[in-house]
Antibody, heavy 119, light 107 residues
Framework: QVQLQESGPGLVKPSQTLSLTCTVSGGSISSGGYYWSWIRQHPGKGLEWIGYIYYSGSTYYNPSLKSRVTISVDTSKNQFSLKLSSVTAADTAVYYC???????????WGQGTLVTVSS | EIVMTQSPATLSVSPGERATLSCRAS??????LAWYQQKPGQAPRLLIY???TRATGIPARFSGSGSGTEFTLTISSLQSEDFAVYYC?????????FGQGTRLEIK
């Protein structure tokens, strides 16, 4: 069974870049067939899909965040990463990595990591 | 983007009773609708996809229905472990979007 684990700083200063990594185990990103995503959840709020990357490097970003988001993949480490630039307090959230097959249904999720934007 | 609207925001139901949660899409999503359950401090868990197909390991008391713009999640006889927040999600159009959630609480 695929397992995902987020890692990265829990505190980021305003205007800086948020960087998170998701390590995948129990399956290989490079085997294809899955899209590797980031999703966030503001405190006490709903879920917001940030975007995905395929093992080939192709990406799709939510237009609401597109200007600030970069998702990359490192198949040699079986990891994918999120960078969100110019963060503000509004980017404080729990960030999840997750995957879906071709359909867009999220099968497996990481446990989530809280990132707080504060000086 | 497609806006998903869930109602009610909070639903109070007694254990053993039936719960009915609604999800409406701002435009048709066909049957490309999933339901997730989220408990405090946990990631969401897939319950239903294709509007009505239970995911692996999901008890039969969970059922989904609907197509187009109107969808329903029904829990036939609430167990203590079912009290959680439920989200619908459409995967018919990009970007993928979720509803704001329905909190199911013990009455």
């Amino acid at each position: 069974q695929v397992q995902l684990q987020e890692s990265g700083p829990g505190l980021v200063k305003p205007s800086q870049t948020l960087s998170l990594t998701c390590t995948v185990s129990g399956g290989s990103i490079s085997s294809g067939g899955y899209y590797w995503s980031w999703i966030r959840q503001h405190p006490g709020k709903g879920l917001e899909w940030i975007g995905y990357i395929y093992y080939s490097g192709s990406t799709y970003y939510n237009p609401s965040l597109k200007s600030r988001v970069t998702i990359s993949v490192d198949t040699s480490k079986n990891q994918f990463s999120l960078k969100l630039s110019s963060v503000t307090a509004a980017d404080t959230a729990v960030y999840y990595c997750a995957n879906f097959g071709g359909s867009g249904i999220f099968d497996y999720w990481g446990q989530g990591t809280l990132v707080t934007v504060s000086s | 983007e497609i806006v998903m609207t869930q109602s009610p925001a909070t639903l109070s139901v007694s254990p053993g009773e039936r719960a009915t949660l609604s999800c409406r899409a701002s435009q048709s999503v066909s049957s490309n609708l999933a339901w997730y359950q989220q408990k405090p401090g946990q990631a969401p868990r897939l319950l239903i996809y294709g509007a009505s197909t239970r995911a692996t390991g999901i008890p039969a008391r969970f059922s989904g229905s609907g197509s187009g713009t109107e969808f329903t999640l029904t829990i036939s006889s609430l167990q203590s472990e079912d009290f959680a927040v439920y989200y619908c999600q459409q995967y018919n159009n990009w970007p993928l979007t979720f509803g704001q959630g329905t909190r199911l609480e013990i009455k």
